[in-house]
Each structure stands twice: as C-alpha cells, then as structure tokens.
C-alpha cells in the first residue's frame, strides 16, 4: 500500500534552515509530480511546493518562494525540501503527498518544524 514518510523536522531558530525527506513507497515514485504541504494549528493544510515527474519544473507559494527549494532523487524515490531563512510562522506539520491524486493519497505522520527563539 502506499506509505509516505517525513523526517527532518525539528526546532530552529528564526533566520535558521532545515531539510525535510519524505520517503515513499507503494506506487511507481517517478510517474507523479510531488509536493510538499504544511498544516500549522487552527489553518487549513496547504500546498507549498511542487516538483515534476523528471525534475524539470517546480513551483512554490508565494511564502516561500526564495526562501525554499524542493527537490527529488528518483532513484531513492525521495522528496526533499531545503528550508532557508525560516520564520516564525513556517511552523507547521510538514507531508509530502502526489497533488494529482490528493483527494485518494493517505497521508503520512507529517513532520514537526518549529520556529521560535
């Protein structure tokens, strides 16, 4: 079955960085475009950023545009996200999930990124 996992999280301070990995399983990895989501307390998950099945293109929300930069090893069947410059309210539960399929992809346990002097 299909199985996403997110590590990398953890507490920084703000102006700091941090690299989240999402490791996934079940399906053919190199077919789908990817994304990264957030979810931080009382808001609605959303997308932050996104990469294609070959790596060739990526888009980011505008938050963070600048600031991070998704990538991919096929080979491995990982997505990455390198965080720079984090702010306070970057805090959230970090997944990974296929946007093309989103509405039928479990999700993962997300990972924890925490912000804060």
């Known amino acids: 079955q299909v199985q996403l996992v997110e590590s990398g999280g953890g507490l920084v301070q703000p102006g700091g960085s941090l690299r989240l990995s999402c490791t996934a399983s079940?399906?053919?990895?190199?077919?789908?475009?990817m994304g990264w989501y957030r979810q931080a307390p009382g808001k609605e998950r959303e997308l932050v950023a996104s990469?294609?099945?070959?790596?060739?293109?990526?888009d980011y929300a505008d938050s963070v545009k600048g600031r991070f930069t998704i990538s991919r090893d096929n080979a491995k069947n990982t997505v990455y996200l390198q965080m720079n410059s984090l702010k306070p309210e970057d805090t959230a539960i970090y997944y990974c999930?296929?946007?093309?399929?989103?509405?039928?992809?479990?999700w993962g346990q997300g990972t924890q990124v925490t912000v804060s002097s």
């Open positions: 999930n296929r946007p093309s399929v989103i509405k039928d992809s479990p």
């Open positions: 079940g399906f053919t990895f190199s077919s789908y475009t």
């Open positions: 990469i294609t099945r070959n790596a060739y293109s990526t």
